[in-house]
Nanobody, 129 residues
Framework: QVQLVESGGGLVQAGGSLSLSCAAS????????MGWFRQAPGEEREFVAS????????YVADSVKGRFTISRDNAKNTMYLQMNSLKAEDAAVYYC??????????????????????WGKGTLVTVSS
């Protein structure tokens, strides 16, 4: 059974940093792209960042570019999202996902997040101003 389990969410002050992890299990992810989406209350789901599991190519949303960094550790089957200079508008539930697409495809596909094979249950990020 494939599982994606997010961790690392919490409360942080604006301007602070937080690091999220997504532990994957149940299969190998060669050929997959993994990524992060987020959804704030009352808002639509939004793409954040994606990374090719095989070669590490990344794609990052303009809204977080320069502040967020996505990475993965194949040996640990874990993906990360380092979030710096957090803003109030970054507050949301962050979801880990995996799909048979490219990093750019995950980021630009419509509807947002459509067609991904696996999803985690999410981790809450709260930013206080």
């Amino acid at each position: 059974q494939v599982q994606l389990v997010e961790s690392g969410g919490g409360l942080v002050q604006a301007g602070g940093s937080l690091s999220l992890s997504c532990a994957a299990s149940g299969r190998t992810f060669g050929g997959y792209t993994m990524g992060w989406f987020r959804q704030a209350p009352g808002e639509e789901r939004e793409f954040v960042a994606s990374i090719s599991w095989s070669d590490g190519i990344t794609y990052v949303a303009d809204s977080v570019k320069g502040r967020f960094t996505i990475s993965r550790d194949n040996a640990k089957n874990t993906m990360y999202l380092q979030m710096n200079s957090l803003k109030a508008e970054d507050a949301a539930v962050y979801y880990c996902t995996a799909g048979r697409t490219s990093p750019h495809g995950m980021g630009t596909g419509r509807p947002v997040g459509y067609g991904m094979d696996y999803w985690g249950k999410g981790t809450l990020v709260t930013v206080s101003s």
